[in-house]
């Protein structure tokens, strides 16, 4: 099992940046697959953005991509997620998930519920 704890959220203006982070328990950090997704109030839980077990492939949604990164160090078994130019309909809870994988299967997991494990979120709110 992993568990996972999101950081970083906040109240920021739209054009900023925002770094968030995942912190990872367990050291089998490696063999899990790693996503971000959001919540905004009254809507289901959309993907954001995705990255292998091995961090040489990522994936993002179009809302994001371009203005988005996503990135792991599997030494501090963290997950990160930097946006810029931060918009109103950005605003949301982001969440991050882990998928076991027993391989680098190289596919892309942008379904909740293709992950088993989830953090309990942080809130990011962009005001116009």
């Known amino acids: 099992q992993v568990q996972l704890v999101e950081s970083g959220g906040g109240l920021v203006q739209a054009g900023d940046s925002l770094r968030l982070s995942c912190a990872a328990s367990g050291r089998t950090f490696s063999r899990y697959a790693m996503g971000w997704f959001r919540q905004a109030p009254g809507k289901e839980r959309e993907f954001v953005a995705t990255i292998s077990r091995s961090g040489f492939s990522t994936y993002y949604a179009g809302s994001v991509k371009g203005r988005s990164t996503i990135s792991r160090d599997d030494a501090k078994n963290t997950l990160y997620l930097r946006m810029n130019s931060l918009k109103p309909e950005d605003t949301a809870v982001y969440y991050c998930?882990?998928?076991?994988?027993?391989?680098?299967?190289?596919?892309?997991?942008?379904?909740?519920?293709?992950?088993?494990?989830w953090g309990q979120g942080t809130q990011v709110t962009v005001s116009s």
């Open positions: 998930a882990a998928r076991s994988l027993t391989y680098d299967s190289g596919s892309y997991y942008t379904n909740p519920h293709e992950y088993d494990y």
